[in-house]
């Protein structure tokens, strides 16, 4: 019975192997999620600010073009970035000095989260200590003179005087 389940499992797996991969249609708007509108904007393609904008027009007929010439996503990634650079692209690519956009988030996170452990261990091995007094040396002069001031100023109040 195990060798029949086996054999129908390895047949199923064939089969799925086999069969071709559907082929997801791509839209226009789908594909121009990828790509950012050159007129100055800083928006997505789709997303263009501008009601009568040329260079999105431009670009979405351009995408239509390829699309119906059955070019891929990469392709006409490729063929955009040749034309307007790489700031057509809406996401950097995740390679050179790119990288940084990528990574530089999590590198930020995690030292603020190792500055954080390490700055709340040493408020907790100070714990609830008091602060010693600051030892300040007053000249003998001065404090005499401060401690007439102050008798002074207790022998008037007990007068009841300002």
Not at 78 to 85: E, K, L, T
Not at 96 to 102: C, D, E, K, P, V
């Amino acid at each position: 019975m195990s060798r029949v389940i086996r054999a129908l499992a390895i047949a199923l797996l064939a089969l799925a192997l086999a069969a071709p991969l559907a082929v997801q249609a791509q839209t226009v708007e789908d594909v121009g999620q990828n790509f950012m509108c050159q007129c100055g904007c800083n928006s997505q393609l789709p997303n263009c600010i501008h009601g009568a904008c040329d260079v999105r027009d431009k670009m979405n007929a351009a995408i239509a073009t390829m699309l119906s010439q059955g070019k891929s996503v990469a392709q006409i990634s490729a063929s955009f970035v040749a034309q307007y650079g790489e700031q057509v692209l809406a996401v950097p690519p995740k390679k050179g000095f790119n990288l940084t956009a990528w990574i530089a988030p999590f590198v930020g996170i995690a030292a603020g989260g190792v500055g954080l452990f390490f700055l709340l261990r040493a408020w907790v091995k100070r714990g609830n200590r008091p602060m010693a007094p600051a030892e300040v040396e007053v000249k003998p002069a001065v404090k005499d003179r401060y401690r007439e001031r102050l008798e002074k100023e207790l022998n008037d109040f007990g007068k009841g005087q300002p």
